[in-house]
């Protein structure tokens, strides 16, 4: 298969593994397909770089080439792919705290055998100091420990005035649902959720030594195990005298007194009294994470940055209260699930995860992810700082791999706050490629920041170098920003296609006018007098909807695949995207029954 072909056949995206699953967030795109991608446009001995580097995928896809898994030479077999592979260089640029530090050890991970042993210590350890925080009573009285506890908000009758927790109004078991209808169980009373006030009290914040007006939870359901038996129940007395304990217990040293940053994210509903860092977090939680966290210190420093970024990974996805529960389908309790990516949504129904149960079923994908990279040649270098000025020579790089931030889509700073605090360092925002209103940064501002960048890549590209560039947004300004200052720096889009991505990020499932799939850009070396005349936008739609009509995947001919394919002709063509995703779909949905 020719290079150009692999856009028009995009690899799949989002193969699940353990280097995928290695990630503290999730990444976009697997480090094997990024592997191939860098095989495909590169030899042995060649240098990769991307100036938004993440959580540093690009560098460990560079490792992976002297040691393509089982399923990337399948792969590259079963697609044609004409590779040689063999040892790659990188070179990564993340303006993240996080993203560097997880950059840095998984291009460079310590010995499996004594990750592992150290982690199993220190898990065995910590839960000789602290497990007694999770014991629980199962349902015959004996003494099991917690898997989890779902919490409730407390609810307001706007009838009778009692005080009514979110689970008793709204959850039913078997089959398991959450209405969206408060039913009061004192009164009666019906209403719309949203309409009914929380309970809030304010309650003396030991951290901060000042009183904090709070949304009131209190346990709906305790999930535990004694032995190897599951079981469930209400809450008991119990469960109340082991929180006051907990209430006592002196919270380890290492817990960060960390204000919140708050921009984009925040929300006065849900994060009411969440004002720093340990209010995203129940009591208990709080004190074993850190107490696990004190204790990497006693371990030897080959180690250390390896156990912090296993705890990391279990972190800000598991173990706060932005942890939630579901509803499925004709399931007979509700399923739980990890925080929404991309936001920092706390629910009226937070989990309360046991860390020691999963940060044990973590440690197993971080030790598969660590054999996989320990020992691989190549040098990856991460730097933590901004892709605006490269001090790398001109000319020097073969190939950039790229997925630059999508404009106001998420505000990585802000997410990553939650664990760089953790880290004792967050990220300077100032170059940060953002659209944001609490940063004060327009679509000119974020194109001003992608200009510079881009105008480094070139710079440091050679003259026969390429650059893939992977990109997502439904805003037509924010692709014709992207257009503008790949444009300005000097490139040209060789050719285009869309990832085949079986399953799209949080925002890219639940947002109007989202895209699932995103398009992918092969860029070279501006060449002159290759603008074509644009056509009208409805013609070119027009086009394409009957293309994928009679194309075999069915996918093709959704709206959102659509977008994606219409993005592409113009880019590919040198033009500005002429119109936004939500005002394709309302033509898509006029037009796609006159098209069949």
């Known amino acids: 298969m020719a290079t150009l072909d692999l856009y ?24 094997e397909a990024i592997a191939l991608y860098i095989a495909a446009h590169t030899r042995p001995g060649d240098t990769v770089f991307d100036g938004f580097g993440g959580s540093g995928t690009t560098g460990v896809a560079a490792k992976l080439c002297a040691a393509p898994t089982d399923s990337m030479i399948a792969t590259a077999r079963r697609r044609n792919l004409t590779v040689e592979w063999g040892v790659r260089h990188a070179v ?24 592992h042993a150290a982690a199993t210590q220190l898990l065995e350890d910590a839960e000789a100091a602290t497990g007694w925080m999770y014991v629980a009573k199962d349902l015959s009285g004996a003494d099991g420990r917690v898997r989890h506890i779902i919490w409730s908000d407390n609810l ?4 009778c005035k009692q005080n009514v927790t979110l689970w008793d109004s709204t959850v039913t078991l078997a089959p398991a649902a959450i209405s969206s209808t408060f039913a009061c169980p004192s009164c009666g009373h019906r209403a719309p959720v949203e309409s009914v006030d929380r309970h809030s009290s304010s309650t003396t914040d030991g951290l901060l030594g000042a009183a904090v007006v709070s949304r009131v939870r209190s346990i709906a359901r305790v999930y535990g195990e004694t032995g190897r038996k599951k079981w469930s129940r209400s809450p008991l007395p119990s469960d109340a005298t082991l929180l006051g304990a907990i209430a006592t217990h002196a919270l380890p ?14 929300r006065s509903g849900y994060h009411q009294g969440i004002s720093h860092l340990h209010q995203l977090y129940t009591r208990r939680n709080l004190a074993v994470f850190a107490d696990m966290w004190g204790r990497v210190e006693a371990f030897p420093r080959g180690v250390q940055e390896a156990l912090r970024f296993w705890l990391l990974s ?25 925080a929404q990516p991309g936001v920092m949504y706390v629910s009226g129904l937070p989990v309360e995860k046991n860390l020691f149960l999963g940060l044990r079923r973590k440690l197993k994908t971080i030790v598969e992810a660590f054999r996989m990279l320990h020992g691989l040649p190549g040098n990856v270098k991460v730097f933590q700082r901004s892709s605006t000025s490269v001090s790398l020579p001109s000319g020097t790089v073969d190939y950039i791999f790229t997925d630059p931030p999508f404009g106001a889509n998420i505000p990585y700073a ?26 004060g940064k327009s679509i000119e501002d974020y194109r001003t920041l992608l200009t510079a960048s881009f105008t480094e890549m070139r710079r440091i590209l050679k003259p026969t170098g390429r650059a893939t560039l992977v990109f997502h947004s439904a805003a037509a300004e924010v692709w014709n920003a992207l257009q503008r200052a790949y444009s300005e720096a000097g490139f040209d889009v060789l050719t285009a296609g869309v990832l ?24 070279g070396p501006r060449a002159t007098g290759r603008s074509q005349p644009a056509a009208s936008v409805w013609q070119v739609a027009s086009e394409l909807y009957r293309e994928a009509a009679a194309a075999p995947d069915a996918v093709e001919l959704s709206p959102q695949r659509l977008y994606s394919r219409l993005v592409n002709h113009f880019l590919s063509r040198h033009q500005l995207v002429p119109v936004d995703a939500q005002d394709f779909y309302s033509w898509y949905g006029r037009y796609a029954p006159e098209g069949d």
Request: aromatic share 8%.
């Open 414 to 439: 802000e997410l990553n706050f939650i664990n760089e605090a953790w880290l004792g360092k967050v990220t300077d925002k100032t170059d940060e490629a953002i659209v944001s209103t609490s940063q």
């Open 314 to 338: 279990y972190n800000a996805s598991h173990a706060t209260i932005m942890t939630r529960v579901v509803a499925k389908q004709s399931m007979p309790d509700l399923a739980v699930t990890s």
């Open 253 to 266: 040293t290492a817990v960060p007194y960390a204000a919140i940053p708050w921009g984009d994210l925040h």
């Open 8 to 31: 028009e056949q995009p690899l799949d995206s989002s193969r699940a593994g353990a280097l995928f699953n290695a990630f503290p967030y999730p990444t976009k795109i697997s480090p």
């Open 500 to 523: 085949n991505k079986t399953q799209g990020s949080f925002k890219q499932v639940t947002t109007d006018g989202a895209v699932r799939g995103d398009p992918m850009l092969l860029l």
């Open 156 to 159: 307001i009758c706007p009838a």
């Open 92 to 115: 990564v640029y993340e303006l993240s705290i996080l993203g560097a530090f997880v950059g840095r050890t998984l291009s460079d991970p310590p010995a499996p055998d004594d990750f």
